[in-house]
């Protein structure tokens, strides 16, 4: 039925949730807690797979750990079609059986948003994420993973020799974290000059005109609705192909692998996505020279003001601590792989695990 692996860290407890009567197949991950409480997004698919919530429990708790946050990693998942109508009643279900389950606090992730953490909120009273008249900060709107993607970029883009002025930018999955990524990007004077979602690839090498791509998005659902003289059109995937300095994987995991990584143009990956590159091709990304930023860095700006708003601070300190955080955690991180001559992913790792294993001597379990 499902595939967990264990290891030193964890996972502390994973539940599987079922109920007929409700439609609800669910199951949480609570990896890790030593840092504290875990928090970690609530993913709606049509089947979720137990090692992938195990797997982005994982990220979470080295996320949660690197980002300074009192927090621990978890991870939730439930099957559903993310348009059903039920979802309501299955939220609502799926929240009365995590009750009591106090290590974990879910957020939104794909598939959930600030309502369901509402129907959430209504019967556990802990959740981030939350609608602004519940006292949240709304972290899609307010693009606070996006923001984040972009103050990486501006360190990460020194080393790896490119001037975020006229930087081309292609995003694969022009969705929440995408579309707020090229925004904050194209205030910096980058250019997109690609963005994908799951219809297809809209590419014009001189540059898309962001504001006709959102509003083509918002009318038509998809990039594929953009108009423009030069856009070219690909598949879903060959955006991570196209020429640019700064490719953003902001869909789902794995995009990024050993039969694709060698086509790969850009000289900096910034991880948007959770998980989008996998083990095998960070290291040929290393080997062929490519800055590759990791998930758990450069996309932690969502959890960062999720446990600012569970703190009950503002916007402003939210956006603060985003910038601050990730600015030093991409330069020590980078340092750290050029001094000991790692791959960066390696060296983030070690960093995390070393907070979180300093917090688990001082606790029992
Ligand atoms: P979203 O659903 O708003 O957007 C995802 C986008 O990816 C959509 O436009 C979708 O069409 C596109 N997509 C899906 N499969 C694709 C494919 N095969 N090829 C091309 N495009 C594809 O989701 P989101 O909130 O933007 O999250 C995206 C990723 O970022 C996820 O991995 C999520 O876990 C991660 N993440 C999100 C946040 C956040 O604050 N929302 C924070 C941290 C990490």
Not at 10 to 21: E, F, M
Not at 115 to 127: F, H, K, L, N, S
Not at 187 to 208: E, N, R, W
Not at 312 to 319: L, R, T, V
Request: net charge neutral; proline share 4%.
């Amino acid at each position: 039925m499902c595939d967990i692996k264990k290891d030193e860290l964890g996972p502390l407890k994973v539940l599987h949730l079922h109920s007929s009567k409700a439609g609800l197949d669910a199951v949480v991950v609570v990896d890790n807690t030593a840092l504290g409480p875990a928090v970690g997004g609530v993913r709606v698919r049509l089947s979720v797979d137990t090692s992938e919530v195990q797997r982005l429990a994982r990220t979470m708790t080295f996320k949660n750990s690197i980002a300074g946050l009192p927090h621990g990693g978890g991870k939730a998942g439930i099957s559903m079609d993310p348009a059903s109508q039920d979802k309501k009643k299955i939220f609502h279900a799926f929240a009365e059986l995590i009750s009591s389950l106090d290590e974990y606090i879910p957020g939104p992730d794909m598939g959930s948003d600030e309502e369901c953490m509402a129907w959430i909120y209504e019967e556990t009273g802990r959740t981030v994420g939350l609608p602004e008249r519940l006292g949240g900060l709304p972290l899609d709107r307010l693009g606070a993973t996006g923001f984040g993607v972009s103050e990486c970029a501006e360190v990460a883009s020194r080393y790896a020799g490119i001037g975020l002025e006229g930087a081309r930018v292609a995003i694969h999955g022009f969705g929440s974290v995408g579309m707020a990524a090229s925004k904050f990007m194209a205030l910096k004077g980058s250019v997109i000059v690609a963005a994908a979602d799951i219809t297809g690839t809209v590419f014009d090498p001189s540059g898309l005109d962001l504001d006709g791509l959102i509003q083509a998005k918002a009318k038509t659902g998809s990039v594929a609705g953009y108009q423009g003289p030069g856009v070219r059109r690909l598949k879903p995937w060959e955006v991570l192909t196209v020429a640019c300095d700064i490719l953003i994987p902001a869909a789902t995991a794995d995009v990024i692998n050993i039969n694709n990584v060698g086509l790969i143009k850009a000289k900096l990956v910034l991880q948007g996505a959770n998980l989008p590159v996998t083990d095998e091709a960070e290291d040929a990304l290393y080997k062929r020279g490519i800055l590759s930023v990791p998930d758990f860095i450069a996309n932690a700006g969502g959890v960062i003001m999720a446990a600012m708003e569970y703190a009950k601070k503002g916007k402003d300190e939210a956006f603060r601590a985003i910038s601050q955080k990730i600015k030093e955690n991409t330069r020590l991180i980078i340092e750290k792989a050029k001094k000991e001559d790692k791959l960066p992913v390696t060296a983030a790792r070690q960093l995390a695990l070393e907070r979180i294993k300093e917090a688990m001597e001082q606790r029992a379990y």
